[in-house]
């Protein structure tokens, strides 16, 4: 199949998200901007559509997809129990980029959840998404839109990248806003717990919700969601990650025989000699979340033996940066 590659503006946006939802209701699949990342959608009530999202990304299928609302009428009926707490959660972070897990209601069949009964919702604010749900009239199953275990594309182009002859249609919405995928929590436990760090803090929940857990697999308590595998995420360069600006130059000259790219903070000393990606300033976490994959993917088209990354301490943002190198990294 040729992918259909359409950029959206003012003046075509309509009938491009109106092809696009065609495309849905007929039980294709297509990728589309959200804030967190670009996502693969497809009709998350019909289990053929839901299928070809797994192919197309060649994702296992025992890694259950998110599905995608715009409504809380839309959110209610995929659901099938509703605790006390999801009316301040809806109320303070959706539509964001967060995503909880709670029972799954009858309608949504087995393939999305690889047979959980729990389901991952999410309800995004991007507009293109958003506009392109509502378009649809159904709730919208989508992984990221990556080959699996590849970095999660951040532009249409890195979608173009990895799906090309793959999938029916690309939506250019331009470059996401977040650049980390959106907070896993799961709200089925008897606290609520996040699975995965991403694009709503952990101080943003528990300045709402209170004390909130953290069960990773790589950090915290050991972990429950099935598509938090500890290697992921992986360039096909070897990822080395440091804690600091000296550990960077003993590494950098420990492989002068290699090939080196370095995702290089703005502020730190500027390096002769090496491919350098230009990631931002050191602690802007938003600024460096959002350019990560970007980084990651420039350089490993480089062809390069190592990439050498520093790796935040973890606070805000930067736990989902820390979380997603520490995968690439495993
Ligand atoms: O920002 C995002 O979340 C993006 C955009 C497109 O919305 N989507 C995304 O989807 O990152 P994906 O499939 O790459 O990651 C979904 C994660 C997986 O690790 C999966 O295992 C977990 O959510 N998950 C899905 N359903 C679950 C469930 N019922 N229980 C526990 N974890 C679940
Ligand atoms: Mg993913």
Same mark, same amino acid.
């Given at each position: 199949?040729?992918? +259909?590659?359409?950029?959206?503006?003012?003046?075509?946006?309509?009938?491009?998200?109106?092809?696009? /939802?065609?495309?849905?209701?007929?039980?294709?699949?297509?990728?589309?901007?959200?804030?967190?990342?670009?996502?693969?959608?497809?009709?998350?009530?019909?289990?053929?559509?839901?299928?070809?999202?797994?192919?197309?990304?060649?994702?296992? @299928?025992?890694?259950?997809?998110?599905?995608?609302?715009? @409504?809380?009428?839309?959110?209610?009926?995929?659901?099938?129990?509703?605790?006390? !707490?999801?009316?301040?959660?809806?109320?303070?972070?959706?539509?964001?980029?967060?995503?909880?897990?709670?029972?799954?209601?009858?309608?949504?069949?087995?393939?999305?959840?690889?047979?959980?009964?729990?389901?991952?919702?999410?309800?995004?604010?991007?507009?293109?998404?958003?506009?392109?749900?509502?378009? *649809?009239?159904?709730?919208? *199953?989508?992984?990221?839109?990556?080959?699996?275990?590849?970095?999660?594309?951040?532009? /249409?182009?890195?979608?173009?990248?990895?799906?090309?002859?793959?999938?029916?249609?690309?939506?250019?919405?331009?470059?996401?806003?977040?650049?980390?995928?959106?907070?896993?929590?799961?709200?089925?436990?008897?606290?609520?717990? !996040?699975?995965?760090?991403?694009?709503?803090?952990?101080?943003?929940?528990? @300045?709402?919700?209170?004390?909130?857990?953290?069960?990773?697999?790589?950090?915290?308590?050991?972990?429950?969601?099935?598509?938090?595998?500890?290697?992921?995420?992986?360039?096909? @360069?070897?990822?080395?990650?440091?804690?600091?600006? +000296?550990?960077?130059?003993?590494?950098?000259? +420990?492989?002068?025989? +290699?090939?080196?790219?370095?995702?290089?903070?703005?502020?730190?000393?500027?390096?002769?000699?090496?491919?350098?990606?230009?990631?931002?300033?050191?602690?802007?976490?938003?600024?460096?979340?959002?350019?990560?994959?970007?980084?990651?993917?420039?350089?490993?088209?480089?062809?390069?033996?190592?990439?050498?990354?520093?790796?935040?301490?973890?606070?805000?943002?930067?736990?989902?940066?820390?979380?997603?190198?520490?995968? /690439?990294? /495993?």
């Amino acid at each position: 199949m040729v992918t +259909k590659y359409l950029k959206i503006d003012d003046k075509n946006r309509d009938l491009v998200l109106e092809e696009a /939802a065609s495309l849905l209701k007929m039980g294709e699949v297509v990728a589309f901007p959200t804030e967190t990342v670009y996502g693969l959608g497809g009709n998350a009530l019909d289990k053929n559509a839901v299928s070809k999202i797994f192919e197309a990304k060649k994702r296992p @299928s025992w890694d259950p997809l998110i599905v995608h609302v715009c @409504s809380l009428e839309m959110l209610n009926s995929v659901i099938s129990e509703k605790p006390k !707490i999801l009316e301040k959660i809806v109320k303070s972070f959706m539509p964001g980029a967060l995503t909880v897990i709670l029972p799954k209601s009858e309608i949504i069949p087995e393939n999305v959840t690889a047979s959980k009964n729990t389901i991952a919702v999410r309800w995004p604010s991007h507009p293109v998404a958003l506009e392109l749900i509502e378009k *649809a009239g159904v709730p919208i *199953a989508a992984p990221s839109a990556n080959l699996f275990n590849h970095p999660s594309p951040t532009t /249409a182009q890195h979608v173009l990248d990895d799906l090309s002859g793959r999938i029916e249609m690309i939506i250019d919405g331009g470059e996401v806003s977040i650049g980390v995928e959106s907070t896993v929590l799961d709200l089925t436990a008897d606290k609520p717990t !996040i699975l995965r760090p991403g694009g709503v803090t952990k101080e943003d929940l528990e @300045s709402v919700i209170g004390i909130v857990r953290v069960k990773t697999n790589i950090e915290g308590e050991g972990f429950k969601s099935p598509g938090m595998s500890l290697k992921h995420y992986s360039p096909k @360069s070897k990822l080395v990650l440091v804690l600091s600006e +000296k550990e960077l130059k003993e590494k950098i000259v +420990k492989n002068l025989n +290699k090939k080196i790219g370095v995702m290089l903070p703005t502020d730190w000393e500027r390096i002769e000699g090496i491919e350098i990606f230009e990631w931002g300033k050191w602690g802007d976490w938003e600024g460096l979340a959002k350019k990560m994959f970007r980084g990651i993917r420039d350089l490993d088209k480089k062809e390069l033996d190592i990439i050498i990354c520093p790796l935040p301490l973890g606070e805000d943002l930067g736990s989902a940066i820390r979380d997603r190198l520490l995968r /690439a990294a /495993a």
